[in-house]
Structure formats: structure tokens, C-alpha cells
């Protein structure tokens, strides 16, 4: 624990305080303990009750949500003398140790004190923390595993917005193509290009907890059709279906589309190599907040084969 101030009176009071319970165990039935850090920067003092009857040393309880008393936003202290707000406007949330904790969003560790306070391996967060309900511990600076602070703290909307957005699950794109992609085209013959209509549409994905819920949403902004050596186009729309006995094959659609300049002879297995990439945005809101995230791309990999137009040459007779 990163104390602010008053480290010698902290750690003085919290080896008073464990005297003083070891001393007078067997007639109260009082326990406690002291939890320190590897560095000696701080200490956890906390107290509780042995019902058994027997004085007896124990590690610090996991951490959990305090529990709130019925029909009221108060909660009691270890010992069950004291109550309090369960949530508290300046100070946060009131763990099951007594103490409130709230993120910690201007603190940025040193690479010694992320060493020294953080486990290796094991996902975690800093957080405030304040102990008002039991004395002598004051408050600070502390890195607490995530799996435990779950249950205290709730996430934050940029926090319930990343898992939204984890949880998007984008279609991959359906290509139409005109002439046919399983025939050969031709160089110098318009060809159409379009994505499947049904699929150009909102992706959304919700992430909650009580009381608080964030939705992200991706939204398809434009897809690139690249054929590599035989050429790239970049479409702001899905693409126009091509309607046979309705739309004129030899002229371009009119918003995606590409003209073949050179046969694909000479390309593996005689084929460009198409890779149609759809590019979306992705925006988040709920909470009163709301932003944007890095754009997502879904992919389709296919190949398409192009042949020359052969003139046939017809000598003509002398007469």
C-alpha cells in the first residue's frame, strides 16, 4: 500500500493494535491482523470476531462487497458497532474490510512501485482507499486484483463500454458479382461488385450491471475490393445488385464497381487473388457518457479469374 502521509504513526498504531488483541484474545473473543506490504510502505489492520470462542491467528479475508442492511444504503463495520453509507459520493465503495475504494484514475505507477505492489501476472487495478471506520489506518494508494474488486467497485461506462465492444460479433461479408465469379470475366468488360444487402446494417452488443447499462454499436462505413496486380476499389456504400434483363451489362454500376485492364494469366492458378474488406466504425453510449473506439474490419478472401476478349481475324478474298 502507497500511503500519502504519516507512514511512522500508521505503522506504530498498527503494531499497538495487535498487541493490544493478542493480549486480551482468550477474554473477548477479539481477533485481528496486520497485513503488510512487501516493501513495509503500509498496513491493513483489521479486526473481527471469533465465535468459536477461541483466540486465533488468521490471514486477511478475501475482499467483497460490504453487505448493505435491509431497506437502507447502510452497511456495518467489522465488528458490527459502527454503520455506514454503502457508497459513499467522495470516497467510493465500502468493501467487506471496512474500508471504501474508488479507481484510483490519476495514479500512475513508477515501474519500482508496480513491482513491489502489483502481482506478476495477475490482472489488477490501483484504487484510493480509505479506511474512516477504523482507526489508526487512514487511507491510500492500493493495487487490488481485479477478480476481487469486481465484486466492490463497479465498472465505470468506458469500462462496461471496452466489454461491449468485445462483444461484438461482426458477419463476414457476402459478395455478389456480375458477370458471374464463377466464370471467367473479361478485360476491358465492366464488372459489378456489391455485398449482400441484409448484412449492411448496425452491429450491436450490451454490457450492464445493475442499474448501468452501456451499448456499443459498429456501423459499415465503406468496403475496398482489392484484387492486388489487377487492381483496387474503394466503395462507400454496399454496392448496387445487378438486376439481370434490367440492367444494362455493358455499362458500370453506377457506385462499385471495376474494368479489368489485363488478363489474370500468369497469377497463381491463373486467378487474382480478391480480398474484400468491409471497414466499420464503432461507437459507444449509455450512463449519460458516450464515445468512439478504434474502427473494426470484417474479411472475405476469395479469387477471380479474367481473360482477354480473342478477335477473330478474317482474311479477306481477292477478287
Not at 471504501?100 to 506478476?120: K, M
Amino acid at each position: 500500500m502507497l500511503r500519502t502521509a504519516g507512514r511512522v504513526a500508521v505503522l506504530s498504531s498498527a503494531v499497538l493494535i495487535v498487541l493490544a488483541l493478542a493480549g486480551t484474545a482468550e477474554a473477548s473473543e477479539v481477533y485481528g491482523n496486520a497485513v503488510c506490504s512487501r516493501q513495509t510502505v503500509g498496513c491493513d489492520v483489521w479486526a473481527g470476531v471469533d465465535v468459536t470462542g477461541r483466540a486465533r491467528a488468521q490471514e486477511a479475508p478475501s475482499l467483497r462487497v460490504a453487505t448493505p442492511e435491509r431497506k437502507s444504503n447502510t452497511c456495518t463495520l467489522p465488528g458490527g458497532t459502527k454503520t455506514v453509507p454503502c457508497v459513499d459520493p467522495e470516497y467510493g465503495w465500502l468493501g467487506s474490510d471496512g474500508c471504501y475504494y474508488r479507481p484510483a484514475r490519476d495514479f500512475t505507477p513508477t515501474p519500482v512501485v508496480q513491482a513491489a505492489e502489483a502481482t506478476l501476472g495477475v490482472a489488477g487495478s490501483w484504487y484510493d482507499q480509505s479506511c474512516l471506520g477504523i482507526g489508526g489506518t487512514g487511507g491510500g494508494v492500493v493495487w487490488r486484483p481485479d477478480a476481487d474488486m469486481a465484486a466492490v467497485v463497479p465498472p465505470s461506462p468506458p469500462m462496461l463500454a471496452q466489454r461491449a465492444a468485445n462483444r461484438l460479433r461482426l458477419p463476414e461479408p457476402r459478395i455478389g458479382v456480375s458477370p458471374s465469379a464463377d466464370v471467367v470475366q473479361t478485360a476491358g468488360v465492366p464488372v459489378w461488385l456489391w455485398l449482400e444487402p441484409a448484412l449492411w446494417v448496425p452491429v450491436t452488443a450490451t454490457a450492464a450491471v445493475p442499474a448501468v447499462a452501456v451499448t456499443a454499436t459498429a456501423r459499415p462505413e465503406s468496403v475496398a475490393w482489392d484484387f492486388g496486380s489487377g487492381g483496387r476499389v474503394v466503395c462507400q456504400g454496399p454496392g448496387t445488385v445487378f438486376r439481370a434483363g434490367l440492367d444494362d451489362p455493358a455499362k458500370p454500376s453506377s457506385d462499385c464497381g471495376i474494368t479489368f485492364t489485363r488478363s489474370s494469366a500468369g497469377e497463381p492458378d491463373g486467378r487474382f487473388r480478391a480480398t474484400v474488406t468491409v471497414s466499420w466504425s464503432v461507437a459507444w453510449a449509455g450512463a449519460g457518457q458516450a464515445g468512439v473506439f478504434p474502427g473494426l474490419t470484417s474479411q472475405l478472401v476469395t479469387e477471380i479469374a479474367v481473360g482477354e476478349a480473342q478477335a477473330l481475324v478474317v482474311p479477306v478474298g481477292r477478287g
